[in-house]
T-cell receptor, first 109, second 115 residues
Framework: AQRVTQPEKLLSVFKGAPVELKCNYSYSGSPELFWYVQYSRQRLQLLLRHISRESIKGFTADLNKGETSFHLKKPFAQEEDSAMYYCALSPTGFQKLVFGTGTRLLVSP | GAGVSQSPSNKVTEKGKDVELRCDPISGHTALYWYRQSLGQGLEFLIYFQGNSAPDKSGLPSDRFSAERTGGSVSTLTIQRTQQEDSAVYLC?????????????FGQGTRLTVV
């Protein structure tokens, strides 16, 4: 079964603190993994994907196949990082995206 | 166009009426997805199109929901005899699909309110 689990509905941190948003997945093959972000009143947009291995807005995510995890990390959170974050997987080939339930990140001053 | 376009942006309808929601994907994108985002909920998958066919309709909540895609482009999501629980933001996304990449680009959504 294809499943993405984001165990935290809400993560609240202070500005400058490290952030880790957890994502675990269940899939028998080798999926592509993504993090999407939705800022207030904006459309859902791609933050990063595991195959690009980029750092976007200071965020990174490492795919751990052994633990089937794709946690999103940032060493120093900023207030503008406050948003809804969704982890998603795409099975190989032509198939739908499977999203987690999302984690709301609140960064307080 | 520059991105995925959805219309209308907002729709208020009376319970029992039918509604049609439209999605214009990015030109050249063969894959198209419909999701629903209810208040306080995550992204609920509805249906996936590859070209004009829908290999996965597993997320449609009832037979009141249907969707079609014509010319491998525009898609319409139809909800018949709307109910209050249908109130949500309906999101459309498109992607190149296949080995070209599966990054999905989302529209701004249609906020449906059933009164």
């Amino acid at each position: 079964a294809q499943r993405v689990t984001q165990p935290e509905k809400l993560l609240s941190v202070f500005k400058g603190a490290p952030v880790e948003l957890k994502c675990n997945y269940s899939y028998s093959g080798s999926p592509e993994l993504f993090w999407y972000v939705q800022y207030s009143r904006q459309r859902l947009q791609l933050l990063l994907r595991h195959i690009s291995r980029e750092s976007i807005k200071g965020f990174t995510a490492d795919l751990n196949k052994g633990e089937t995890s794709f946690h999103l990390k940032k060493p120093f959170a900023q207030e503008e990082d406050s948003a809804m974050y969704y982890c998603a997987l795409s099975p190989t080939g032509f198939q739908k995206l499977v999203f987690g339930t999302g984690t709301r990140l609140l960064v307080s001053p | 166009g520059a991105g995925v376009s959805q219309s209308p942006s907002n729709k208020v309808t009376e319970k029992g009426k039918d509604v049609e929601l439209r999605c214009d994907p990015i030109s050249g994108h063969t894959a198209l997805y419909w999701y629903r985002q209810s208040l306080g909920q995550g992204l609920e998958f509805l249906i996936y199109f590859q070209g004009n066919s829908a290999p996965d309709k597993s997320g449609l909540p009832s037979d009141r929901f249907s969707a079609e895609r014509t010319g491998g482009s525009v898609s319409t999501l139809t909800i018949q005899r709307t109910q209050q629980e249908d109130s949500a933001v309906y999101l459309c996304a498109s992607s190149l699909g296949g080995q070209s990449g599966t990054e999905a680009f989302f529209g701004q959504g249609t906020r449906l309110t059933v009164v």
